[in-house]
């Protein structure tokens, strides 16, 4: 009988599974025509021989390859489940649980319609599944030394990232766990150890609070995020070992920014509050609170420093300091703009010399002025920005005014005792708009003087605990004192009853 072959076969092959499966003598088979395309094999004795299977394993013990050969001469091809039981049965070979049943059932069905076939794969082992590390997802602008660039390609060298803000209960991170993996097995059973993924390198350090499960991890205050070495914090001040330059670019916080050097020129510090240790060159600070400069502000009035609360400083040059609550000079001031929201204080020995001083409550000084530089005026009982905010209020009353104007203009005109015409949709929205606006340009003139009441101090003074120059100029609301000679330790004061400065000697 000719059996016919498919799979990866070849004479060899044949050969021996012939010798060995069917149990020919050699001249008991041959190939007829040409095998490589159309193998098959002719058996030439006549016993009964069943159809069976071949197992061989791969050398790694990770599949299992199966020949599949046909009974011949009245044999019988055994049940497939019992081919399986025999096949996959032993211990030590290979396990039932990694058989590949629809090759299994298409290489027995091959065989068992008569033909041969090789190399049908029955049995795959299983892979390790290695684990995966666990990662942390940020969620904040990481720090950058590179400069802003704009879409044009103007890039600016000042703007650096090299802080970034957050707020409090901003979520920072979150912790993605790692995957442990599944262990892999030959197809004998043997266990293939998976390599497990390692959990994120990552701690909470300071100001940061984890949620209930601590998977995710979020700002406890404003200020600062730092993420280095696997430690995720948040710092309320920023501390700058050096300089304000290139190398850190202009600074905006929330919180206290603390400069252990010099600001150069031409640099932005905006923060809670702000401590300089060095020299404020021709710079501009900003602070919520705030601001202390150990050394001193050397600049051209092109820049200024603004804070909200106080500002204090050695000394300073060519400023422009404007705080809402109290300035104190140390050591001099020389051709700068003071403007106080409360009080000017000059310690002893200090000297104030050129530029204006405006004050609300008055101040402090130990000199005011020199023999060589009595260009000085200091300006008292007012708030600085008083005219500033009475121009802006008054500019939006008489823009409302003129509005007013305009709709009266045109109800002059409109007989209001028709009931017809007073009840037309448009003269009705213009009597409410009217009505609107008489009581807007009320509420800013209130405000005006609500302003002008709480800009004016009652009873300003300054006190001079050394010497004032002849030449310095006090101006008291609207009354202007030149000082006609130099006077040691004397107090100037606005008498609110007779309306004249008065100055009196310190008691």
């Avoid at 599949?68 to 996959?88: E, H, R």
């Avoid at 995710?216 to 330059?245: C, P, Q, W």
């Avoid at 603390?258 to 923060?271: A, E, N, T």
């Avoid at 037309?424 to 003087?449: A, C, D, G």
Wanted: net charge neutral; proline share 3%; glycine share 8%.
């Amino acid at each position: 009988m000719v059996i016919k072959i498919i799979g990866a076969a070849d004479t060899a092959k044949v050969s021996a599974l012939c010798t060995n499966a069917y149990q020919c003598m050699p001249e008991e088979f041959f190939f007829g025509g040409d095998f490589a395309k159309n193998p098959s094999v002719a058996i030439k004795h006549d016993r009964a021989v069943d159809g069976d299977i071949l197992l061989s394993i791969s050398g790694d013990n990770m599949s299992a390859t199966a020949i599949f050969y046909p009974p011949i001469n009245g044999g019988k091809m055994p049940a497939a489940d019992a081919l399986i039981d025999a096949s996959f049965s032993s211990l030590e070979g290979v396990r039932r649980e990694f058989l590949v049943q629809s090759a299994f059932e298409r290489g027995y069905n091959a065989a068992a319609s008569g033909v041969m076939v090789f190399g049908v794969v029955v049995a795959v082992g299983r892979q390790p599944e290695h684990g995966v590390n666990g990662s942390v997802q940020l969620f904040f602008e990481k720090p950058s030394k590179n400069p802003v660039v704009e879409e044009g390609g103007k890039a600016f060298f000042k703007e650096l990232r090299t802080y970034v803000n957050v707020r409090k209960d901003q979520l920072l991170a979150r912790i993605v766990a790692p995957k442990i993996g599944r262990a892999g097995s030959t197809v004998t059973g043997n266990v293939i150890p998976q390599i497990e993924g390692k959990p994120a390198d990552f701690s909470a350090g300071e100001g940061i609070r984890a949620s209930s499960n601590g998977s995710e991890y979020f700002a406890l205050y404003d200020g600062h995020v730092v993420f280095k070495s696997g430690v995720l914090s948040v710092y309320d001040t920023i501390t700058v070992n050096g300089n304000v330059d290139f190398s850190t670019g202009n600074i905006t916080f929330t919180g206290t920014i603390l400069i252990k050097g010099d600001v150069l020129g031409g640099f932005i510090v905006k923060g809670k509050d702000i401590h300089v240790e060095g020299i404020c060159y021709d710079a501009t600070l900003v602070a919520e609170n705030d601001i202390f400069i150990k050394t001193g502000v050397k600049s051209r009035n092109k820049y200024f420093i603004n804070a909200g609360g106080n500002v204090e400083v050695t000394y300073c040059e060519n400023a422009a300091i404007t705080a809402r609550k109290n300035i104190l000079i140390k050591k001099y001031s020389f051709n700068s703009i003071l403007n106080a929201g409360e009080a000017v204080e000059a310690q002893d020995r200090s000297t104030i010399t050129g530029g204006e001083i405006r004050t609300f409550s008055g101040g402090v000084f130990y000199n005011l002025g020199t023999k060589a530089n009595t260009a000085i005026t200091i300006i008292l009982g007012k708030k600085y920005n008083m005219d500033e905010k009475l121009a802006r209020i008054k500019a939006e009353r008489e823009r409302l005014n003129k509005s007013l104007e305009k709709i009266e203009a045109v109800l002059s005109g409109i007989d209001l005792f028709d009931e017809t015409v007073a009840n037309n949709p448009k003269v009705v929205k213009l009597l409410e708009m009217q009505t609107l606006l008489t009581k807007r340009v009320e509420l800013f003139s209130r405000r005006i003087e609500s302003v002008m009441k709480e800009s004016v101090y009652p009873n300003p003074s300054i006190t001079i605990n050394n010497e004032i120059q002849s030449g310095v100029k006090l101006i008291f609301y609207a009354q202007e004192l030149i000082v006609r000679e130099t006077q040691k330790k004397v107090v100037y004061t606005f008498n609110s009853d007779t309306l004249e400065l008065e100055c009196k000697p310190i008691a």
